[in-house]
T-cell receptor, first 114, second 109 residues
Framework: EAGVAQSPRYKIIEKRQSVAFWCNPI?????LYWYQQILGQGPKLLIQ????????DSQLPKDRFSAERLKGVDSTLKIQPAKLEDSAVYLC????????????FGPGTRLTVL | RKEVEQDPGPFNVPEGATVAFNCTYS??????FFWYRQDCRKEPKLLMS?????NEDGRFTAQLNRASQYISLLIRDSKLSDSATYLC??????????WGAGTKLIIKP
């Protein structure tokens, strides 16, 4: 079974530029999560989708971050404009339910903002 | 107080030793608990769920103490390959999953 795919794996941009990340979840998984993991910290949930609807985006900085999941499959996360503090690994996970033991993570995108 | 707290470590442990970590949580209504493992520069992977009655999987034992609001992870006969960061995840009522910052474990030969 194919896992969660993410691209790109690495991205370096300058502050104030825009960047987008893509995630393809495991086939059939209705739940999709985007996490931000800053070095030395645990993952922080940015947004959670159930199919193409948003379940939780309470920690998404909506002035600069946006995410969509068209057709309830792939998802993109965008940052515009980027700030230095956005340097982190952005992890996508998908799941067949809401419990953490149904979550599977992709390899992540490591973003460096200069 | 943070919602989920872990000792960041690192715990430096000789191979073959037993090591235990705790993870405390603030919401007494939390319902589900999990331990994840994260290797350096890799994604987190589920290690085990934590049940009220405790849970054992080989050398790993997870326990829940609701009265004191913490979960624990015990690793027996530690191996070099156990070196990683161990993250606890707590699920309060609702959809949210709250992650701890992780405990770093280093197993030394």
């Amino acid at each position: 079974e194919a896992g969660v795919a993410q691209s790109p794996r690495y991205k370096i941009i300058e502050k104030r530029q825009s960047v987008a990340f893509w995630c393809n979840p495991i086939s059939g998984h209705a739940t999709l999560y985007w996490y931000q993991q800053i070095l030395g910290q645990g993952p922080k949930l940015l947004i959670q989708f159930q199919n193409n609807g948003v379940v939780d985006d309470s920690q998404l900085p909506k002035d600069r971050f946006s995410a969509e999941r068209l057709k309830g499959v792939d998802s993109t996360l965008k940052i515009q404009p980027a700030k230095l503090e956005d340097s982190a690994v952005y992890l996508c996970a998908s799941g067949s339910g809401y419990r953490a033991d149904t979550q599977y993570f992709g390899p992540g995108t490591r973003l460096t903002v200069l | 107080r943070k919602e989920v707290e872990q000792d960041p470590g690192p715990f430096n442990v000789p191979e073959g030793a037993t090591v235990a970590f705790n993870c405390t949580y603030s919401n007494s209504a939390s319902q589900s608990f999990f331990w994840y493992r994260q290797d350096c520069r890799k994604e987190p992977k589920l290690l085990m769920s934590v049940y009220s009655s405790g849970n054992e999987d080989g050398r790993f034992t997870a326990q829940l103490n609701r009265a004191s609001q913490y979960i624990s992870l015990l690793i027996r006969d530690s191996k070099l390959s156990d070196s990683a960061t161990y993250l606890c995840v707590v699920s309060p009522p609702g959809y949210q999953l709250i992650w701890g910052a992780g405990t770093k474990l280093i197993i030394k030969p």
